[in-house]
């Protein structure tokens, strides 16, 4: 029962990020800031770090809310690298949770992106374009001194934020007439 409640988690998670990709009215479209590269985002959406991170750890979500997971996306980076909002928003959070510093960025229409480990000077209410920079890389948790965790909710539910970024849907060739 546990397994197919899993695979039913993760079938779900693949919907709503299908959805979000055949959508993208769903996603917040927000210009990129000056000094972006044209075509850097999808749907106004860009790699919280620059140049493209490598990825170490994707997502990978609990069976059920309450299990451990991994929810969001460890980026390659170092302390001091620079960290920009994916997309525009407003700061709704900076401050440290347990061992480490966080910065939430709240994207509107029930999209949240989470950073951690985030140094920021920005306080909660300041507004951020796609692009702008929200903190600099340091040091706590899971990613100490080697990654940036990336998490991203929708209505409260974690999904792959590099949904928002990478289109890993299976290509389909079609015959010709």
């Known amino acids: 029962m546990l397994k197919d409640m899993k695979t039913f988690s993760v079938a779900a998670w693949t919907l709503i ?38 990825v170490l750890a994707p997502f990978d979500p609990p069976a059920q809310r309450w299990l451990s997971g991994h929810r969001g996306a460890d ?30 960025v709240d994207h509107g229409a029930g999209l949240k992106s989470s950073f951690e480990p985030l140094r920021s000077e920005l306080s909660p209410g300041s507004i951020v374009g796609a692009g702008d920079g929200i903190g600099m890389v340091g040091s706590g948790a899971h990613c100490d001194r080697r990654c940036l965790h990336w998490g991203l909710r929708l209505d409260g539910e974690y999904i792959d934020p590099l949904l928002t970024i990478r289109d890993d849907r299976p290509s389909i060739l079609l015959p010709q007439p």
């Not at 920009?84 to 407003?90: D, E, K, N, Q």
Request: hydrophobic share 50%; net charge negative; proline share 16%.
């Open 17 to 54: 990020g299908a959805l979000l990709l055949v959508n993208p009215a769903s996603i917040p479209v927000v210009p990129a800031a000056p000094g972006t590269e044209p075509g850097a985002a999808r749907n106004g959406w860009l790699w919280p770090l620059n140049p493209e991170p490598e």
């Open 75 to 104: 980026l390659a980076a170092g302390p001091g690298d620079t960290v920009v909002a994916p997309a525009g928003g407003i700061i709704s959070f900076v401050g440290v949770i347990v061992d480490r510093p966080v910065v939430v």
